[in-house]
């Protein structure tokens, strides 16, 4: 089945300055992979997603970069406000057979004043 | 997007009891998962509930602890039975929109439980 990595488990920056979360994934049919981001006691929420068949995706402030072929894709956030604080999560899916979406653990994003 | 009806929000409960939830979609869904998150974790996939046939459970996850019903294309539920102090955690049901290409995974609000 599908393994998902997620690193790191913690982020501290600045208000300002840019946050990068990379993922690897271990199966090579996976072709969908989104983003989700989850403030305290609160339902993840789908920020941004990729497919397999783009390497880039941008939406304003977030970009997803995706090597298919090193099976790992990042989330970059720039110019970082408090708001963006919370808990992200990168996940796989594979669209074709409808396996499950496996998540990665989590990495906690702090963004301090 | 589909919108998500997950109740109850929250429940406190009593070791030995049982916790069912429900979850409602705006719209005709083939697919529906339950997961769950327990505290300061990631999110586990206990089962996929498909419309007309039985729920098709994760490792670790089995059918008399977890039943789930899917009587149609936009409710589901998903029972906790003899809760245990380790079973609390949120659980959130979620839908898959394969329509197209509009392949997108939403979440209900989820349900916090807590086992005394």
């Known amino acids: 089945g599908e393994n998902v990595e997620q690193h790191p488990s913690t982020l501290s920056v600045q208000e300002g300055d840019s946050a990068v979360i990379k993922c690897t994934y271990s199966d090579s049919a996976s072709n969908y992979f989104p983003w989700y981001k989850q403030e305290l006691g609160k339902r993840p929420q789908l920020i941004i997603d990729i497919r397999s068949n783009v390497g880039e995706k941008k939406d304003q402030r977030i970009a997803v970069t995706l090597n298919k072929t090193a099976k790992h894709f990042s989330l970059h956030i720039t110019e970082t406000q408090p708001e963006d604080s919370a808990v992200y999560f990168c996940a796989a899916y594979d669209t074709g057979t409808a396996s499950k979406l496996t998540f990665g653990t989590g990495t906690r994003l702090q963004v301090t004043l | 997007s589909a919108v998500i009806s997950q109740k109850p929000s929250r429940d406190i409960c009593q070791r030995g009891t049982s916790l069912t939830i429900q979850c409602q979609v705006d719209s005709q869904v083939t697919m529906m998962f339950w997961y769950r998150q327990q505290p300061g974790q990631s999110l586990t996939l206990i089962a996929t509930?498909?419309?007309?046939?039985?729920?098709?459970?994760e490792s670790g996850f089995v059918i008399d602890k977890f039943p789930i019903s899917r009587p149609n294309l936009t409710f589901s539920t998903l029972t906790v039975s003899n809760l245990s102090p380790e079973d609390s955690s949120i659980y959130l049901c979620?839908?898959?929109?394969?329509?197209?290409?509009?392949?997108?995974?939403?979440f209900g609000s989820g349900t916090q439980l807590s086992v005394l």
């Open positions: 509930a498909n419309q007309g046939s039985e729920a098709t459970y």
């Open positions: 979620s839908v898959e929109n394969r329509g197209g290409t509009n392949e997108k995974l939403f």
